[in-house]
């Protein structure tokens, strides 16, 4: 005991940074203090403490609202899904466009490469600053009837839809489907109670959320992943000096293992069942107009808005085309 308690020490004395005041963080978690992600970001925050940065943390199940007092400068920090934190970084909050990491695998290989100290300086935009990046799972289609299961049947079909989040909107309408304007405190609703079709989400939301009330004896979970979703901490440019923040991300980067071990036990808690498996000839259909679509939202052209970080789309398209070289994009005169 005194042996650690000396090596802690010995840590926090020998660490670059001490911050004077504790680091007031606003933690998203759509759970509150009791969730899962709000715990994950408690393990962050005391394996900074060996690093001399003391953190208070502040709970909260409204995203918006967590986002809203980070920007009013009630907390130093916030910890949210990178949907919302990428007006913060356009580069990081760009790991999330659509269809861009069909694999874990995949994601696995770009957090690592983020967390290199050569990232770093991709790390600032403006007036912020991203202090690590934990994956927050796939996010799937849910359906209410198993027959929506390939993009020319969304034609028509309700579709809750995040208000603020461009890409989704431009997807949704690519489809021909219809938006329902939405927010993460009221989609599950609207899904359970019938008011829209179709709604995506991580796995975690089954249960969470109860989203298997919205699929009920018909629907069923589509089994591809639209989109990898992570939780991003943001602070202010110069709330920690430049070794401390390339601490944090390898810190946040170090948790990955124990991330994807609480994803994949929420995935396979999902009874095999509701699972609506695509077949593999029409998967390769999918990633083209998926590519499309992340073109249009890269370039800002047919209607898009420039969305997503061409550098970033770049790192995607070189890690998918490492893990499948036979992938047709790998050899297209357009790729990313």
Known sequence: MIRKSLTALSLVIAAPFAAAEPVKMCVFDVIGAN??????VKDYALEMKAHGVDFELRPYTDEGVAVGDFNSGQCDAV????LRTRPFNRFTGSISAVGALPTYGDLKTTLATLAQPKAAPLMKDGDYEVLGIVPAGAGYLFVNDRSINTAGKLAGKRMATLDYQKDAIHMVNHVKATVVPSDITNFAGKFNNGSVDTAYAPAFA????ELYKGIGDEGGIVDYPLAQLTIQIIARDGV??????????????????QAMDLIERQESAIPEKQWVRIPEKDIEGYQEMFRENRLQLRDGTDGADEVYHPKMMSLLSKIRCSSNPGASECTASDRE
């Open 240 to 257: 920690f000096d430049d070794e401390t923040a390339q601490k944090s991300r390898e810190v946040a980067w170090g948790m990955y293992g």
């Open 35 to 40: 969730g899962d992600m709000y715990n994950m």
């Open 79 to 82: 910890a949210a899904t990178d």
């Open 206 to 209: 089954y249960e969470a959320l």
